[in-house]
């Protein structure tokens, strides 16, 4: 399971950080910030998923909008990718203009309607998690290159050619290492040596580090490059699934090498389908309530849905999809199989069913999608419904 998303609240107001970390806390790792100042500073030191703004830092100043002017200044940065939902307790249509529009922030709260719509405050988190996620595994994690390898002069090599070419890149010389790094940071490719000097007794060799099971689970596409001239574990480590191409070191072609690297990033651009129900809290409904269903396709990994089966469409072609939902004693509207077209530049899309529970307990909602007639995916969500 993924960390916890960031979320960052700016608020000048005591009772409000006191508030929001309470409503939050248990989804959501949450740094707080009073100020200008420590807002700035917080920014600077760590990347958030969601920045939470309050409108007005300064209470006892009625025109005061630091909030949205640090949003502003904020925006300038190329390497900004935080989701940002303002919260305020003056609302007023020249701050929702200026923040919905100018700034494109996700959302505009009321501060004194919040208790209203708690459940769409939270749902709106969420999926601003999910966006943020997916473009900062698209901008940093999906272009760094793990290289496990204990030679330290093919670890030299490797690493010229790979930052030569753009790539940030780690360097362990251990397995056990390499499987610690990958339960905490994004890696677009591993690069690995089967041949790995002991380091003690908990020492993961290079074949036994491609059937891993956090390697699996990480998802990390494979090039190995390895001085084993023997035949078995590289027919092992092919045999695994997880290896896209084997160099050998007697014979190591430069060109070829860079190309395969390239050839990685280039089929990188998949998307995933991801699926919640837009307000409801966690896995709760209520009956005779109705609920949006959505349904997400999106780059990069989900930071709720961990396991769910992925829906790979393949870049650079146009997808036209075949979308159908259905639910054990439950009312779903559109009840017919709807389309939706993708191309490789497709934006974060979402796709809306209404939802109507009838009968309390724990139901099941299907997604089944096709694509010229062929099975993709289908995905299960199990919800719990409540009565009033």
Not at 23 to 30: A, G, K, T, V
Not at 261 to 281: D, F, G, P, Q
């Amino acid at each position: 399971m993924h960390s916890q998303p960031k979320v960052l609240v700016v608020d000048d107001q005591e009772n409000w950080r006191q508030v929001l970390p309470g409503i939050l806390s248990s989804d959501f790792e949450i740094k707080l910030a009073s100020n200008l100042m420590d807002a700035e500073a917080s920014l600077r030191e760590r990347d958030f998923h969601v920045l939470i703004l309050d409108i007005r830092l300064v209470d006892l100043d009625p025109g005061n909008e630091q909030g949205l002017n640090l949003l502003e200044s904020i925006r300038e940065r190329d390497d900004f990718d935080t989701e940002v939902i303002v919260l305020t307790g003056y609302p007023s249509y020249k701050t929702a203009k200026r923040s919905l529009g100018e700034l494109k922030v996700s959302d505009y709260f009321e501060k004194k309607t919040l208790s209203e719509n708690l459940d769409r405050f939270r749902s709106v988190i969420w999926e601003c998690a999910e966006r943020a996620y997916s473009k900062k595994r698209i901008l940093s994690g999906c272009y760094k290159v793990l290289v496990v390898e204990d030679d330290p002069e093919w670890r030299g090599i490797l690493v010229d050619l790979l930052e030569r070419d753009g790539y940030t890149v780690k360097c362990v010389n251990t397995g056990r290492t390499a499987l610690d790094l990958l339960k905490s940071e994004q890696f677009g490719l591993a690069i690995v040596d089967l041949k790995l000097s002991a380091s003690g007794g908990d020492s993961v060799e290079g074949v036994e580090f491609l059937e891993h099971p956090e390697l699996l689970e990480s998802q990390v596409e494979v090039i190995v490059v390895t001085g084993i001239a023997y035949a078995e574990p590289i027919w092992k480590a092919i045999r695994s699934n997880r290896v896209f191409k084997i160099f050998m070191k007697q014979n190591f072609d430069i060109v070829e090498f860079r190309e395969a690297v390239e050839e990685v990033y280039a089929k990188s651009n998949t998307r995933y389908l991801v699926a919640w129900i837009r307000n409801a809290s966690g896995r709760s409904m209520k009956t005779a309530r109705q609920y949006n269903l959505m349904i997400q396709v999106q780059s990069g990994r989900s930071l709720r849905h961990h396991s769910v089966p992925f829906l790979i469409l393949p870049s650079g072609t146009t997808e036209r999809l075949k979308v159908h939902v259905f639910a054990e004693d439950m009312e779903i509207q559109p009840n017919r199989i709807q389309f939706v077209e993708f191309n490789s530049h497709t934006p974060v899309f979402t796709l809306p069913f209404v939802v109507t529970p009838t009968e309390i307990g724990d139901k099941q909602i299907k997604i089944d999608m096709y694509s010229s007639n062929s099975w993709l995916v289908d995905l299960n969500l199990g919800i719990y419904l409540v009565a009033e």
